[in-house]
T-cell receptor
Framework: GENVEQHPSTLSVQEGDSAVIKCTYS??????FPWYKQELGKRPQLIID?????GEKKDQRIAVTLNKTAKHFSLHITETQPEDSAVYFC????????????FGSGTQLTVLP | NAGVTQTPKFQVLKTGQSMTLQCAQD?????MYWYRQDPGMGLRLIYY???????DKGEVPNGYNVSRLNKREFSLRLESAAPSQTSVYFC??????????FGPGTRLTVT
């Protein structure tokens, strides 16, 4: 089955700096890569996703890049703000009748004011 | 729309007791999922239902059963709870191959 590794497990940045979280996956058939943000005590919420036919996707201060050859993808957050502090999860999914997401173990991002 | 709802929010069980976690969605989604979340381990898929009338095992199905009651509802049952099943359980739903929307979660403690 799919295996997703996520690094780092914790990340602290100064407000206004950029943050980068990296994930690798094992199944070359995976073709969908979402990123979820989870605030303390809340449900995970999708912040951005990318499909395997695209190398990069941006949404305001958030971007995701995908390298299919190396089987890794990354989340980039620019101009970080205190409200970006949360746990971020990457996930990967292959083709099927439903999206069976395999999640990474999460990154606790802390943005220091 | 309420989105994805789950009941109960919190539950404490003794070892060997049984219970059913309820999940419902009002977004007319085809697919529904059950995950568990443990510290440092992300979310792991327990069972999923690609469409009404079908269910399949995920990564960690042992000790659980599910029922897709209709298009809206997908329940998770623990027949004989064990301390290893102490976790936060999330239900999610999606329209075919698109974004999964998560419910608020159920925090379960088994003593």
């Amino acid at each position: 089955g799919e295996n997703v590794e996520q690094h780092p497990s914790t990340l602290s940045v100064q407000e206004g700096d950029s943050a980068v979280i990296k994930c690798t996956y094992s199944d070359s058939a995976s073709n969908y890569f979402p990123w979820y943000k989870q605030e303390l005590g809340k449900r995970p919420q999708l912040i951005i996703d990318i499909r395997s036919n695209v190398g990069e996707k941006k949404d305001q201060r958030i971007a995701v890049t995908l390298n299919k050859t190396a089987k890794h993808f990354s989340l980039h957050i620019t101009e970080t703000q205190p409200e970006d502090s949360a746990v971020y999860f990457c996930a990967a999914s292959s083709v099927g009748s439903a999206r069976q997401l395999t999640f990474g173990s999460g990154t606790q991002l802390t943005v220091l004011p | 729309n309420a989105g994805v709802t789950q009941t109960p929010k919190f539950q404490v069980l003794k070892t060997g007791q049984s219970m059913t976690l309820q999940c419902a969605q009002d977004m007319n989604h085809n697919s529904m999922y059950w995950y568990r979340q443990d510290p440092g381990m992300g979310l792991r898929l327990i069972y999923y239902s690609a469409s009404e009338g079908t269910t399949d095992k995920g990564e960690v199905p042992n000790g659980y059963n599910v029922s897709r009651l209709n298009k809206r509802e997908f329940s998770l049952r623990l027949e004989s709870a064990a301390p290893s099943q102490t976790s936060v359980y999330f239900c999610a739903s999606s329209l075919a191959l698109y974004e999964q929307y998560f419910g608020p979660g159920t925090r379960l403690t088994v003593t």
